[in-house]
């Protein structure tokens, strides 16, 4: 009888290839030093940096070994997952708001209502204890290497977000942050914290000794009752075992993530009541890594749509090139990275390249074994769109969104309208307005034939900030005037809501939905935000700049040059400055940027270049301009 029913629903002796969780506790074995590091540091600092290389365990030290000693002691722990963009909330909803923030937030508080900043979930949950002191509050963001890398749809908004997360430090004192990330962006990472002047405390993390592989593979064997004959432990270790010269690691050091692998293939195999975990430790070692090799590349290649063959040619030339490494293959950065995710390869620190992670498995990534099929339903392609989407591979995320859609059998009618909601989100990121308005009226269908209220707002709220933008105003105020009726209390609703109004020329509506959603929550910072900036525009600089500056940083182009037009309407004259600049760059299409910055212009008495400005400002298409601003703009630019 082998050991194989309910597997991954019970804690047991090896995880495989998925990292410790906090019930998993009793078994994460070999790290109490690092445990009892991790946890000091994260208490005693504001700011703590845990990396190391890809497969090392630091996911696991984090949720099985630092969340549950900080519990221990006391301490709150926000909740932690992966970072993945929210399907369940429309993009187009708030499309000014971060999503990787909102994202972030969503993790962090679950059952929040969506549309808050980092900072604003931060106020509710400060605390002070009998004697008037800041209770500290624990967040983690695992994966930071995510936010570091380069290109991609979104690549700036998660920038942002790590710049929110510093800035957060110097303003929430409770806040207790810990950020992993693996070694080869800790110096990208390392370079934005010097630029914040923020101190923190490092805690590197390195494979197991191969005497500590050995025994918590004994002990945890021990701990499920099983009792096997004395060594089982140095044998498994001494297979995956690598020796380091020059270093203190007498034996060599373990790989922990393939450690588990193995270690989990061969106690699913062994039949009750063995004494040995394996007879033939070489040979079961290499199945094990096969079958985990096969099936991380098989998973790949479905996931980033390339081809397994394409795949396993690049492999083979990460191979031939030894210690060197290989560059990705023209279109395959994508597959590169989730094989490094799936811990097959590393990246070479230095130059980019990529290597093969352990010599073990040089044989399975060169077997000609056919590949494992990989399921194609409806959930799995679902869960690839959502993966690729927060990566910013947008194409190949609607691609799975469609082929979720397509799948048979077809998707429940609660996924079929996150499904389309999330095709929805990709039409409004690519600027194709009247295509993702009715992807959204689809699933706002959808959501009301399911009694889901508050996501039929939300959806009919997107379909009408998408109509504005596609020039349709009746339908889009048809639209507003239901989902309106659908907003209740919901911050996120109602400053969507107040944003649409606006979009479609109706400011007062727009500053009293505002107004009222202030006066609940006076620091939602997407509402002061949305106001001072329909304030700026307004000319009203006195109670536009009076909540722009409350913001914290950093701010987007949009709140840039609201708050350089205030400033320039209430002096009389414009100045500027290279945070304009700066901001033209980034928004280099964005109507409302233009048309303020051109009027900051006018001001400084530069008609040509504001002309020009504004002349942009009519064409522009990420966001275009709001109608009623058009003829603003349309002046400006014919008084050159």
Request: charged share 25%; proline share 7%; glycine share 10%.
């Amino acid at each position: 009888m082998k050991r194989t029913a309910g597997w991954d629903d019970r804690p047991g002796p090896f995880v495989g290839p998925r990292p410790f969780r906090a019930r998993d506790r009793p078994f994460f074995l070999g790290r109490g030093r690092e445990v009892a590091a991790l946890v000091t540091a994260w208490h005693g600092h504001r700011l703590t940096v845990l990396h190391g290389d890809t497969g090392v365990g630091k996911t696991s030290l984090v949720r099985a070994g630092a969340v549950p000693g900080i519990t221990d002691r006391g301490g709150d722990v926000l909740p932690h997952d992966d970072l993945c963009l929210d399907s369940g909330f429309p993009a187009a909803v708030l499309p000014d708001q971060n999503p990787y923030g909102r994202a972030l937030v969503s993790s962090w508080d679950p059952e929040g209502p969506p549309g808050r900043s980092v900072a604003d979930l931060l106020r509710t949950r400060s605390r002070t204890d009998r004697y008037g002191r800041r209770i500290p509050v624990y967040a983690v963001l695992d994966r930071v290497e995510l936010l570091l890398r380069p290109g991609g749809a979104g690549e700036h908004h998660r920038r942002d977000l790590l710049e929110e997360l510093l800035t957060c430090l110097d303003g929430h004192e409770e806040l207790r942050l810990l950020l992993v990330v693996r070694t080869d962006h800790w110096d990208e990472l390392r370079r934005l914290l010097d630029k914040y002047t923020v101190r923190f405390a490092e805690i590197p993390l390195h494979p197991l000794t191969a005497r500590a592989a050995a025994e918590a593979v004994d002990l945890a064997l021990d701990r499920v009752g099983h009792r096997l004959e004395p060594g089982q432990g140095r044998l498994l270790a001494e297979e995956l075992c690598l020796p380091v010269p020059g270093t203190p690691h007498r034996g060599g050091i373990v790989d922990p993530g393939l450690l588990q692998v193995v270690g989990r293939a061969l106690w699913e195999a062994l039949p009750a009541g063995a004494r040995t975990l394996t007879r033939d430790p070489t040979a079961d070692t290499d199945r094990a890594l096969h079958a985990h090799t096969a099936r991380a590349v098989a998973e790949t290649a479905a996931e980033c749509l390339v081809s397994p063959r394409a795949l396993r040619a690049w492999l083979a030339r990460v191979l031939e090139s030894g210690e060197q490494g290989a560059r990705a293959f023209r279109g395959g950065e994508d597959a590169a990275r989730a094989l490094q995710d799936r811990h097959l390869v590393g990246r070479h620190h230095a130059n980019g390249t990529y290597l093969v992670r352990h010599p073990r498995l040089t044989g399975p990534l060169t077997s000609p074994d056919p590949l494992p099929e990989v399921p194609r339903g409806a959930t799995s392609h679902f869960s690839f769109a959502c993966r690729t989407r927060t990566r910013g591979d947008l194409p190949v995320a609607r691609e799975h969104a469609r082929r979720a859609l397509a799948a048979q059998p077809p998707p429940r009618p609660r996924d079929r309208a996150r499904i389309i909601s999330l095709l929805g989100d990709l039409a409004f990121h690519e600027g194709d307005f009247p295509s993702a308005a009715r992807l959204y009226q689809d699933a706002a269908g959808l959501r009301a034939s399911l009694g889901e209220g508050v996501a039929v707002g939300h959806a009919l709220l997107a379909q009408a900030r998408c109509l504005l933008l596609a020039r349709d105003r009746p339908a889009a105020l048809n639209a507003l005037a239901v989902a309106a009726g659908r907003a209740g209390a919901d911050p996120g609703m109602q400053t969507g809501l107040g944003q649409a109004l606006w979009q479609a020329g109706q400011a007062e509506s727009a500053l009293d939905v505002l107004d009222r959603v202030l006066s609940r929550d006076g620091a939602n910072a997407e509402a002061r935000r949305t106001r001072g900036e329909i304030l700026a525009d307004q000319g009203e600089a006195v109670s536009a700049l009076r909540d722009l500056e409350r913001l914290e940083a950093p701010e987007s182009p949009s709140t840039r040059t609201a708050r350089a037009l205030a400033q320039a309407t209430l002096a009389g004259v414009g100045t500027w400055s290279e945070e304009l600049d700066e901001a033209l760059v980034e928004a280099a299409d964005s109507g409302p940027v233009l048309l303020r910055a051109a009027r900051v212009r006018r001001l400084r008495g530069d008609r040509d270049l504001a002309a020009r400005l504004a002349a942009r400002a009519v064409s522009a298409h990420h966001p275009p301009l709001p109608p009623h601003q058009v003829s603003t703009a349309a002046r400006l630019s014919e008084e050159a």
